[in-house]
């Protein structure tokens, strides 16, 4: 069974997700801000990350770039999930090394279908 970290500093976001993630058959890990989550990660390898962009003492985007420039997370695929859905937000989110790009509100087929195909790789 594969591993989903879900970043996100919203209490009710991050339980939103977690719940949906869950109902799909995933294991949950959750981390509530990037330092957080750069902790929990070399810990213990997610499969996949669900990553918010704005949150305290460390962006989304940050969070990213640190794990794709690491070469033993480098191949952890990562979904930006965030209320910046503009096209610039989307395509700086895919520069910072993202596998895939997720605008809140979403449709829950939208994220798990997401997370599905790149579990598959």
């Given at each position: 069974?594969?591993?989903v970290?879900?970043?996100?500093?919203?209490?009710?976001?991050?339980?939103?997700?977690?719940?949906?993630?869950?109902?799909?058959?995933?294991?949950?890990?959750?981390?509530?801000?990037g330092?957080?989550?750069?902790?929990?990660?070399?810990?213990?390898?997610?499969?996949?990350?669900?990553?918010?962009?704005?949150?305290?003492?460390?962006?989304?985007?940050?969070?990213?770039?640190?794990?794709?420039?690491?070469?033993?997370?480098?191949?952890?695929?990562?979904?930006?999930?965030?209320?910046?859905?503009?096209?610039?937000?989307?395509?700086?989110?895919?520069k910072?090394?993202?596998?895939?790009?997720?605008?809140?509100?979403?449709?829950?087929?939208?994220?798990?279908?997401?997370?599905?195909?790149?579990?598959?790789?």
């Open positions: 069974m594969s591993t970290l879900v970043v996100e500093d919203s209490t009710a976001q991050r339980t939103m997700i977690k719940d949906l993630l869950k109902s799909s058959g995933l294991i949950v890990t959750e981390a509530t801000d330092v957080e989550a750069l902790e929990q990660i070399l810990k213990s390898r997610p499969d996949i990350v669900v990553l918010d962009i704005v949150m305290p003492r460390m962006n989304g985007y940050e969070v990213c770039r640190r794990l794709k420039a690491d070469p033993k997370t480098q191949s952890v695929p990562i979904v930006m999930c965030s209320s910046k859905g503009e096209e610039f937000d989307r395509y700086w989110g895919m910072q090394g993202a596998d895939a790009y997720i605008a809140k509100p979403f449709q829950p087929t939208e994220l798990i279908g997401t997370v599905k195909q790149l579990l598959r790789g």
